[in-house]
């Protein structure tokens, strides 16, 4: 039960903080790859114990190198009841807080012992101020918004990434 609201803590974290101020050498390298590009990125994290099963699904649209959506698809499969109970009700906690922020969707369903968390970010026209304000991070500019450094992140927490 703990390993779960670990995993929750670190993807909220990740889905609401996209800067990660890392001075990997492969970060330095991607920086380049996508300056002055536009493209499509899915990245893909699973996660497996004897208490649950987390596939998540990450797919960003950039141009110029810098992000501007985010669509993502998280399943998590349990087969303790009391444990998607409470793993629906942290999901509806931390993502209440952006029913009133424009350009910020999401969506939370499910069906026997599987919670589908959907989530879709534009980033193009969001105001960046009240994304932050709202999220509680620091404040959140364009160039937290570059491609390598979203891609650093997904890659922090293990997950999988392919251009398209």
């Known amino acids: 039960m703990k ?3 670990l995993l929750i803590l670190c993807i909220f974290s990740f889905i609401f903080c996209t800067s990660c101020d890392n001075k990997d050498d492969d970060i330095e390298s991607t920086t380049d790859k996508y300056e002055g590009k536009s493209g499509k990125i899915t990245c893909k994290l699973e996660t497996n114990t004897q208490e649950f099963n987390f596939i998540g699904t990450y797919n960003i649209t950039y141009e110029d190198g810098y992000v501007t959506e985010t669509y993502t698809r ?15 009700e942290s999901l509806k906690s931390e993502y209440s807080k952006y029913d009133n922020l424009e350009h910020y969707e999401y969506s939370i369903n ?21 994304l932050s304000r709202v999220s509680g991070d620091n404040k959140i500019e364009k160039n937290d918004l570059r491609v390598s450094k979203t891609l650093a992140s997904y890659k922090i927490l293990g997950a999988k990434c392919e251009e398209e």
């Open 3 to 5: 390993k779960l609201f």
């Open 74 to 88: 998280e399943v998590m499969n349990m087969s303790d009841n009391a444990s998607i109970d409470k793993y629906i």
């Open 110 to 130: 499910s069906s026997s012992n599987k919670v589908i968390n959907n989530s879709y970010i534009d980033y193009k026209n969001i105001d960046l101020e009240d």
